[in-house]
């Protein structure tokens, strides 16, 4: 069945992209991914001796971006014990850049209408199953209310399809309005302190305007930088087929002024080598033009979605064994990059590359149907859902597993409201400077948490961990610096949110 569009959105469309907001970027025409050139270099790589893979590990150690042909070798190892170095040095790079601090976040799904028709996803026009809904900002402001008040959430990505009714007037409208919650918990108050948008390209106008209302990180993935293949999921006459529009759009939004932005691609289109070498190339040119590269990156694997025959047909499925190589050659290559593993993946798998020191931020209690958190429905409806999530757990299920690993859950937003952001906060990333005001955030931000969300098992749990943080960060910064954590803890304690560093 196929979705005939209507007058409105065909003139909507036709306004949306602005071909010198493109190739003002180009270098003679030509857009910064050139598929033969990198196959080139995954086949003139191959077989790499061990003794230069140690030397580009060491140079990811020195939280330097790699070149293409290092990432190339990284990804043509074969030697299961030389693959476990690299495992081991994703993991210290982590650790230098970020300490043992996993950030917490929630998806916010505003709409599911869309103007575009990709082959792979639960949303595409076409789909005739898909009950369709976007939300009323009083129907978001119940959402973020649920977030903030009985989850305890402080970040958000909130998420939109690509249509007339939820264009950026639309998300500039939730955004103020997600932000203007402020909702009583057991000791003190929950509102988010971060929304973050994943959203489809658009102008440097639109973007300034929602620079404007506080928009945190831009996150807009590309979904397969291989020309040909993106050319195939992505239907001619739709705004997605402009495959340089889409590649451009975080160009324009640092341009616009937007502090951080996000990449990601959808792993089982295309391909997996050829497509960290995409976002390598991606970071590359960000740092190229603009002198920062991507604050965060997300690998997502594709999932089944309601009525989408493409998921089961794909040649490209990635195995567990390859999405943790993936994983680990995307922090050797851009290791000053925060690195986001979702809920799409099974709580098995989470577990194990979230153990194994590479990831940097995770969501928890994650609902994708429209309405989801403040309609209360624990199952999972793909007629309302974009695909089907493999890890349903609550966020203080997530937390008393990250403590019980040794890690801190941070919900810190300062850096953001400090200026530590853009350029500022990758020379602090790549100085490992950053992991000591996020440390002490972490556990201000963790105190709160535990005293007004947590369960009793939990926050047991938690516990141990702040002590732990706290004796830890005694011998790590000045006594002036320890003292002042002290009293803004003991402050927290009372009741007192949002104290930081």
Known sequence: MTAVLTKKEKTWMEKVIKEDEVTKYMDGGKDFINDEEIWE????????EPARIREII????SIQTLEPDETAALLNVKDPELWQEIFDAAGKVKKKVYDNRIVTFAPLYCGNL???????CGFRRDNHVIKRRVLTLDEVRREA????????HKRLIVVYGEHPLTGPEYIRDTIETIYSVRVKTRNGYGQIRRVNVNAAPMSIDDLKMLKEVGIGTYQVFQETYHHETYEKLHPKGTIKAHYQWRLYCHHRAL???VDDVALGVLFGLYDWRFEVMGLLYHARD????FGIGPHTISFPRLEPAANTPFVQETRYRVSDEDFKKLIAVIRLSVPYTGMILTAREPAHIRREIIASGMITQTDASTRIGIGAYSDRYNEQELERQQFELGDTRSLDEVIRELAEMGMITSFCTAGYRCGRTGERIMTLLRTGKEAVFCKLNAVLTFREWLDDFASPETKAAGEKVIQKELEELRERVPEKVYNKLLEYYGRIQNGERDLYF
């Open 41 to 48: 270099k995954l086949i003139d790589n191959s077989n790499p």
């Open 58 to 61: 060491q140079k990811s150690l």
């Open 114 to 120: 869309c103007v575009n028709n990709c082959l792979y």
């Open 145 to 152: 209310e649920v977030l903030a008040g009985e989850i305890g």
């Open 255 to 257: 341009e616009a002024g």
């Open 286 to 289: 960000l740092e190229k033009q």
